[in-house]
């Protein structure tokens, strides 16, 4: 970034630091370079274990993996255990580890054999070293027959998420549902400064509910396809005007599911980025490397420092 664009996105997102270069923007792990489409990470408040959502070139297939670390070194990723034969996609942590939000197709109950449109469902474990618990469909009035994706929650359980719906301001918006006496209350569209006649999406809510990470597709001021844009809570608890994050997050390409791990500052997001150029290869292996270890246009899961004040 040179100075002048430097200087003008200080300006334009005050109190933020973001990544000044390319270099400063990283793919998570390699390892996940064995699968063509990896997308929608969230990782523990430790960071010794995260989950994402594996899926097949043309998203027939998604399920949810997650990796363990272990003396500072991640091992090979596994599924998670309820996954079958309907899509399971989106995971989201809660801050204490014991349950683990996702969305899926998959039917109510087991005594159907169709699966549904996609609901968010949940799982819960006793401790981290537990075994989950069978799927659980957070029920009504966040479910309906509509579909609702990547579910985010804060430190006192309000719930963020997607919805599809002919009552909202676009193609794509973003809710909230209120936790209270424990239950959630009925979803509420964000206003104005979130959603558009467009398209808005993939939203991470801070633990503390004081600022907001989601997905614009195709914005006037985007640097093309989805961008990431980020929206601060004033005084008043309104939301300000999202703002986008720019260059090198964004990119002429597709940016989506954030997830921020504010212990570390770091920002985690899947992207279509692409820098593949022509060169010379020595032999097949070393031409199959290139290919998928490189940004190469597949979804992938970059990360980067990334202060929030």
């Not at 989601?214 to 914005?219: D, R, S």
């Amino acid at each position: 970034m040179t100075p002048s664009r430097l200087i003008i996105a200080l300006i334009l997102i005050p109190n933020l630091l973001l990544a000044q270069n390319e270099t400063d923007v990283t793919q998570f792990n390699s390892a996940l370079n064995q699968f063509l489409n990896v997308r929608d990470f969230c990782i523990s408040q430790n960071g010794h274990e995260a989950f994402f959502t594996i899926q097949s070139p043309g998203q027939e297939i998604s399920q949810i993996a997650y990796i363990k670390k272990e003396d500072n070194k991640w091992l090979e990723p596994e599924l998670l255990p309820f996954c079958d034969k309907y899509m399971y996609l989106e995971p989201f942590l809660s801050v204490d580890g014991k349950r683990l939000f996702f969305v899926s197709d998959r039917p109510l109950d087991d005594s159907h054999a169709n699966k549904k449109d996609f609901d968010i469902w949940y799982v819960d474990r006793n401790a981290t070293d537990n075994d989950w618990s069978k799927p659980k469909n957070l029920g009504k009035p966040v479910n309906s027959n509509l579909d609702e994706f990547y579910p985010s929650v804060s430190e006192n359980n309000n719930l963020y998420f997607t919805m599809v719906s002919p009552n909202g301001s676009g193609k794509d918006d973003i809710y909230f549902c209120k936790w209270e006496a424990g239950n959630y209350l009925a979803p509420v569209l964000l206003d104005e400064n979130i959603n558009s006649s467009g398209y808005e999406f993939n939203a991470f809510i801070s633990k503390k509910e004081d600022f907001i990470i989601f997905t614009k597709y195709n914005e006037k001021d985007g640097l093309g396809s989805g961008d990431l844009y980020l929206s601060k809570k004033d005084f008043n608890g309104t939301w300000k005007k999202a703002v986008n994050l720019g260059a090198p997050i964004n990119t002429k390409y597709m940016e989506y599911c954030p997830f921020y791990d504010d212990k570390n500052q770091i920002l985690y997001f899947t992207s279509k980025r692409n820098n593949m150029k022509p060169k010379t290869f020595n032999n097949i292996s070393e031409l199959k490397k290139h290919i998928e270890q490189s940004d190469n246009g597949l979804s992938k899961i970059y990360m980067t420092l990334f202060k929030i004040e």
